[in-house]
């Protein structure tokens, strides 16, 4: 039980060079959640994954380390998302245009493993979202969302009102929830932007979405839960606001959101 519990709670990351294989996998009764990916080159080859070439002719090859694929992330959903494994060769080929061919270049996921029992609420801007559980049983948040995504939401369809679609999102609304419900039977709050600030520009229409399961305690937190070792520099999976921009999430927070999430799935 202990081995599957440090499972569970992990914040993934795996990491392959061109050539090789990446190999994501996840516990019985969970799937995977692609978080972010890169593929390209930002360090030099004697950093991560060497050059295959001769040094003598690599020499006479400008390494591109500002090189970027952006359709990095949509490839890993498409063969990724919601599955127990999935594994592939990595290679340009994959991702499309090679945008700095003749340099070698790396895939880094960052990952996590769903419990495949959760339940979703929403609620529209103003309105108030209820959470609750069963008698002896309390919330653990998984995680929540507030603003504008660009699938939008059944609950509360997007009024364009002349505006474009954008996506914006908090980047505080997942510590929110957990302080405001973690570990309570029942919990509710506004979805406004007086509770989690205002991260579209005005008159953009926002939701709430919070995922969360029930469990019979919120007392259990393993003495010590050591993430991944990232394979570059050691720094969380980045996450972004309406602008694509990097914000600043929580480490404490999204880890504190795992070890809920699966303590409540275990239990």
Known sequence: ??????????????????????????????TISIQSSFY???????????????????????????????????????EC?????????????????????G??????VWYKCRPNEYKSKAACEDDKLRLSCKKSMVIAIYSAVFGRTQGGSLECPYQSLGMPMIECQSATALQIMIK??????????FASTYEFGDPCYP???????VI???????TFYPREITPSRLPVDETPAPAFNGSMEPVGVSTEMALLSNILAAYSFIT
């Open 180 to 189: 405001r419900c973690h570990g309570k039977r029942s919990c509710s709050i």
């Open 40 to 78: 390209g080159r930002i360090v030099p080859s004697h950093q991560l994954c060497p050059s295959r070439y001769p040094h003598s002719y690599a020499a006479l090859i400008k390494e591109d380390v500002a090189c970027t694929v952006g359709t990095s992330l949509q490839k890993m959903l498409d």
């Open 1 to 30: 039980l202990t081995g599957y519990i440090s499972q569970v709670l992990k914040n993934y990351t795996d990491h392959a060079c061109d050539g090789e294989y990446i190999s994501l996998r996840c516990p019985h009764r969970t």
């Open 212 to 218: 969360y399961t029930c469990g019979r305690s919120a």
């Open 81 to 101: 998302q919601d599955r127990r494994s999935c594994q592939f060769l990595v290679n340009s080929r994959l991702f499309g245009a090679d945008p700095c061919p």
């Open 103 to 108: 340099t070698g270049k790396y895939l880094i």
């Open 203 to 209: 008159g953009i229409r926002k939701h709430l979405n």
